[in-house]
């Protein structure tokens, strides 16, 4: 029997947005199904379905630092989406993140907050982001 997973993150644990918009996830209390796409990779029809469903370009949703972008030539304003997504399938990692999936839609999770409009339930308040800055206050309503 497959097990229902309500939410989905693609995730990378070494990227600070990504391990808290996880946090939030699992303080909210859901168990996300965590896809580590650094080291699953992408495929072609899944990563344009996911920009898709987020209303993002390849253009939109490649990672320009700390990425191979700039070296790549990805950078130059005539490179096309098709060339993008290519070298996303080739390079894991000039694509940006968290990417999150609920029932409630399909978003880039930056800034972290952005996660709560997947969730149909909160975390408790107060909730900061990685920086530090409150994302729900002490009555769990939200900040900013």
């Known amino acids: 029997m497959s097990r229902f997973f309500p ?37 072609r029809p899944q990563l344009a379905a996911l920009f898709a469903a987020c209303g993002l370009s390849p253009r939109a949703a490649l990672r320009e630092t700390k990425s191979p972008a700039e070296a790549l030539g990805l950078l ?7 060339a993008i997504l290519s070298a996303m399938i080739s390079h894991p990692v000039l694509v940006n993140r968290p990417i999150v999936a609920s029932p409630k839609g399909v978003r ?6 952005t996660v709560l409009d997947l969730l149909d339930r909160w975390p408790p308040g107060p909730l900061a982001k990685e920086d530090g800055s409150l994302i729900l206050d002490e009555e769990g309503r939200r900040v900013g």
Do not use: F, K, M
């Open 7 to 43: 939410i989905v993150i693609h995730h990378n644990p070494s990227c600070g947005t990504s391990r808290n918009v996880l946090a939030i996830i699992h303080a909210a209390g859901y168990d996300p199904q965590i896809i580590p796409y650094l080291e699953t990779g992408w495929t």
């Open 76 to 82: 130059r304003p005539n490179v096309q989406d098709e």
């Open 108 to 113: 880039l999770c930056r800034p972290s907050e």
